[in-house]
């Protein structure tokens, strides 16, 4: 079992930035993907980034590309998303996520575990 919790989300203008943490317990995450996703009212979930966590090879929707970066703190068992120039379309419960393996994993149904989210709201 993996426990995620994630924090940081919150009110900001357009153009602001965001640094929103995914703490994860209950075993090592050497042998995981660990990904960010975000859902807005009345849309499907999508993918927004990933870490291999034992090699940081990282990768990114399009939509967030040069402006959101994903990072692993190995210490802190922490997975970290910068999000920078902030739009109002960015408005969505981002949720960190786990899945077992290291690989290109942009289905949400290949992440086993999920955290509760953490609102964002980019305000214009």
């Known amino acids: 079992q993996v426990q995620l919790v994630e924090s940081g989300g919150g009110l900001v203008q357009a153009g602001g930035s965001l640094r929103l943490s995914c703490a994860a317990s209950g075993r090592t995450l050497s042998d995981y993907t660990m990904g960010w996703f975000r859902q807005a009212p009345g849309k499907e979930r999508e993918f927004v980034s990933q870490?291999?966590?034992?090699?940081?090879?990282?990768y990114y929707a399009h939509s967030v590309r040069g402006r959101f970066t994903i990072s692993r703190d190995n210490s802190e068992n922490t997975v970290y998303l910068q999000m920078n120039s902030l739009r109002p379309e960015d408005t969505a419960t981002y949720y960190c996520?786990?899945?077992?393996?290291?690989?290109?994993?942009?289905?949400?149904?290949?992440?086993?575990?999920w955290g509760r989210g953490t609102q964002v709201t980019v305000s214009t």
């Open positions: 870490i291999v966590w034992s090699s940081g090879i990282t």
């Open positions: 996520a786990a899945a077992p393996g290291t690989g290109y994993y942009t289905a949400p149904q290949r992440y086993y575990y």
